[in-house]
């Protein structure tokens, strides 16, 4: 091991300026991306109506702004460049900050480690001016013609701190960041025209959406966040308490892998705010896969105030005086959104299907697997998804989707006439309580009523199943797969908290109580949140060491295996912390009470559903339909896995070469 280097005491003294600068520059200018972000927003703030932007090297070689804001005077560019020297806070009140920047930083800093130039023309003023900062060293403020407005370019950034540039990434990398700094800046001002040029590509252009309102904000949001946002978004609109939330939020079921597509504006900031992100994820805890991220832009506005913006050095992150006012707030009004919108799915889940059936359906140098011929017959073995033998039998002309496996069944409007074993299993409309089968009635009897409920539902009317699984319902202008047990786990779930909101859910006693037996510890668990599962209709007792006694279980989970029940609430317990709390509202482990308690009732509703493999009648395939489309939040289930995808009769012409 080498000896430690010897310390010898130094007297304090003053560090030169110069260094100053460069150690404040490491705060404030972190890579090119800062140093742009910086510039843009002083534009911004300058009242700049364009903004144009050009990056060699990644920003490294140069970095050049353009506006044409207010711009500066000689004396005012002579400031610009001393540190602390600022003309956004008139008052000099730190607590109501209404600009972009204002720490007064950015200008000196840039220019201590770089060489920065400044050229800027007032509306009044006859003539600009320009002044150089070269490594620390300011020059003098000279005459330069310069139209209304401020141009600053930045050359050789980090040339005065050349161990910085060690840590800096590719040229592709750092102009990535530089561009995805833009695209935040534009969902924040869609007012503003904003332009990046770099080499070796096209300019990223977003133009000015000078009209205003929610039509102009949604296609500037659509040009940032991709054409497909606009088809797959829901507008939100909520206020409480001195606190406004609008925006656009995306369908649970268009989603990205990272989180880069969420964005969020407080009072016109740009910031990523890991308590703005937590609300995010909670609002839509369990509409979407855990390691799958929501697109959506959303803009906050308040009294200054009530929120602290001086808390981190690129002013990315903010403190709100009462947080979980706002918390509240964000997670209400994406639900309130989401729930408007109604038995939706994105649109993009149809064009991938579109796309899987062209590469699995019919691969490259391979026979259609349902070549036709002598009435309908196929001439080769039905194949799966995959091109793999299917287990089932050819299926003939009329699609038959309830005949036992090796017979073609009677076929009527597409069913099989065959008498089916009894369904135990509720559809109804929100508010409504079916008991019984019998008081389902099929939503078409002849082949004209049929139509015609195809025509007049969202989700058609049921024609076939598929698998035992799927089922296939046609429309008016196109066909809807439907997932029935991922659809009826969405309606078993929203069921279950319609009734918790209610005051409590219904029950069912068991006429011979179920022993559930565990480690010692587990029952310990579930026994310390006995009186939170009461409420929701699991009724649990000791009953000795290592086992609990089950009593009563909700009455839309009667039949399920309650072993299996109580073990997957168990496995939601340990990862919702509800364990930890009471039910007087406070927090703890995952989050608020409700929050946790809909966890364990997602859990339950599974256990609840039709199952993969159950055969369905089509009243009740048709009832399933008709109370997706009255439940919202039924395009996805609780595991954010899509319920139903929808295929337009175009998109399918075009499967089969007809248009």
Known sequence: MPPAPSRSPAPVRRLDPILVDRIAA?????????????????????????????????????????????????DDLALAVERHATSKLPGGDLTRIDTLGFRGEALPSIGAVARLTLTSRTAEGETGHSLTVDAGIRGAVRPAPSPRGTRIEVADLFSATPARLKFLKSDRAETAAIADGLRRLAVAEPGIRLVLRSEGGNPLVFPA????????????????????????????????????????????????????????????????????????????????????HPVLALSITCDPAFVDVNVHPAKTEVRFRDASLVRGLIVSAIHEALRRAGARTATTTAARTLEALRAEILPPGGQAAFAMADGGRPMQAHTGWGGRPSTTA???????????????????????????????????????????????????????????????????????????????????????????????????????????????????????????????????????????????GLSLEAFGPGAVLVREVPAALAGASTRTLVIDILDALAGSGLEEGGLDGTESGGGPLS??????????????????????????????????????????????RPTFVALKLADIERLFGRR
């Open 209 to 292: 959406e000078s009209e205003g309102g929610a039509a102009a904000l949604l296609r500037r949001l659509t040009a940032v966040l991709g054409p497909d946002f606009g088809a797959n978004a829901t507008p939100l609109d909520m206020a409480r308490e001195g606190f406004a939330l609008s925006g656009h939020v995306g369908l649970p079921s268009y989603h990205r892998g990272n989180a880069n597509q969420i964005h969020f504006t407080v009072n016109g900031r740009p910031v990523r705010d890991r308590l703005l992100l937590g609300a995010v994820r909670g609002a839509y805890a369990d509409t979407m896969s855990s390691d799958r």
């Open 394 to 536: 050819p299926l003939p002309r009329g699609l038959p989707s309830f005949g036992a496996p090796g017979r073609f069944p009677t076929v009527r409007n597409g069913f099989d006439e065959a008498p089916q074993a009894a369904f135990t299993h509720d559809f109804a409309p929100p508010g409504a309580d079916f008991r019984d089968a019998a008081d389902l009635r099929p939503a078409s009897d002849t082949r004209d009523d049929d139509t015609e409920a195809a025509g007049e539902h969202p989700l058609g009317a049921a024609r076939a199943q598929l698998h035992e699984t799927y089922i296939v319902a046609q429309t008016r202008d196109g066909l809807v797969l439907v997932d029935q047990h991922a659809a009826h786990e969405r309606l078993v779930y929203e069921r279950l908290k319609r009734e918790r909101a209610a005051g409590g859910i219904a029950r069912q006693g068991l006429l011979i109580p179920d022993v559930v037996e565990m480690a010692p510890d587990d029952a310990a668990r579930l026994l310390d949140a006995a009186a939170d599962l009461d409420r929701l």
């Open 595 to 640: 929050r946790r308690l809909d966890a364990i009732l997602s859990r339950m509703s599974c256990h609840g559903s039709i199952r993969a493999g159950r055969r369905l009648r089509p009243e009740e395939m048709n009832a399933l339909l008709r109370e997706m489309e009255a439940t919202p939040l039924s395009g996805t289930c609780n595991h954010g």
């Open 26 to 74: 490491g705060e404030v200018v972190e890579r090119p991306a800062s140093a742009v972000k910086e510039l843009v927003e002083n534009a911004i703030d300058a009242g700049a109506r364009s903004i144009e932007i050009t990056v060699e090297g990644g920003g490294r070689r140069l970095i050049r702004v353009v506006d044409d804001g207010a711009g500066m005077d000689a």
